[in-house]
């Protein structure tokens, strides 16, 4: 069982909803900020939203405005939700935790926006 456990990715047509989720162990997620990066087939891997322990967000340009990041820290998850989805959000999405420069990874998830 590895430390950052993502679920949520599918297909979804353009427009659509997806919320992923990545449940983390108490250890890390006490005291890591939480994000979520993304990698796109022949690109590379690209921050998408982070949020720190105290709730302070901060997102990719590309999608502020659709998508929010949140944490539930008696639940030890954080959450994306992704609104209005496009094409071009199609990609592996990653969990991640950092503390002091140190990064822990999930193993991805699938999402796909196609019609």
Request: glycine share 12%; aromatic share 8%.
């Amino acid at each position: 069982q590895g430390q950052l456990v993502e679920s949520g990715g599918g297909l979804v047509q353009p427009g659509g909803s997806l919320r992923l989720s990545c449940a983390a162990s108490k250890s890390i997620f006490s005291i890591s900020t939480m994000g979520w990066y993304r990698q796109a087939p022949g690109k590379q891997r690209e921050l998408v939203a982070v949020i720190t322990r105290g709730g302070t967000t901060n997102y990719a340009d590309s999608v502020k405005g659709r998508f929010t990041i949140s944490r539930d820290n008696a639940e030890n998850t954080v959450y994306l939700q992704m609104n209005s989805l496009k094409p071009e959000d199609t990609a592996v999405y990653y969990c991640n935790a950092r503390f002091l420069n140190v990064d822990t990874w999930g193993q991805g998830t699938q999402v796909t926006v196609s019609s």
